[in-house]
């Protein structure tokens, strides 16, 4: 997240499950997932004014091949029409899976860009590669 954040110049929001970890290890259950949270930043935990931004990048691990269920929460507390929203996932090997259908389906209003799953130590120029073929 880093790079990309330091690529865009943007924002970093950072979401916390209800235990308060931001990389909380997962649990044994997938129906276990935390379905709501805190949210951490500099502008008081929310995004104040969401309609002043055009593309919001959604960064989230992998568990069990989707986002975890905060990532939900968060889509469906904001209005996202018209917006590009593109997901993007840090996982040491697993893919996307179903994530961006489920992803699409609790927020359809959005404008939907390919997402990607970043591995550690991803390369600089493998964001910057990506980002630029999303064309925004």
């Given at each position: ?61 992998i568990w069990w ?42 927020c359809p209003a ?25 064309d925004i």
């Amino acid at each position: 997240m880093k790079k990309l954040t330091a690529l865009l110049a943007c924002l970093a929001l950072v979401l916390l499950c209800a235990c308060g970890s931001k990389t909380p290890a997962a649990p044994a259950d997938a129906s276990q997932t935390p379905a709501a949270g805190t949210e951490e930043s500099p502008r008081s935990g929310k995004v104040q004014d969401m309609g002043q931004y055009e593309t919001v990048f959604v960064g989230f691990p992998i568990w069990w091949y989707q986002a975890p269920r905060i990532i939900e929460t968060f889509l469906e507390s904001y209005d996202f029409s018209g917006k590009k929203v593109v997901p993007f996932a840090t996982s040491g090997g697993s893919g996307l899976g179903k994530t961006e259908d489920i992803l699409k389906a609790v927020c359809p209003a959005a404008q939907w860009l390919p997402g990607k799953r970043l591995r550690s130590g991803e390369s600089a120029g493998a964001v910057q590669s990506w980002v630029d073929k999303l064309d925004i």
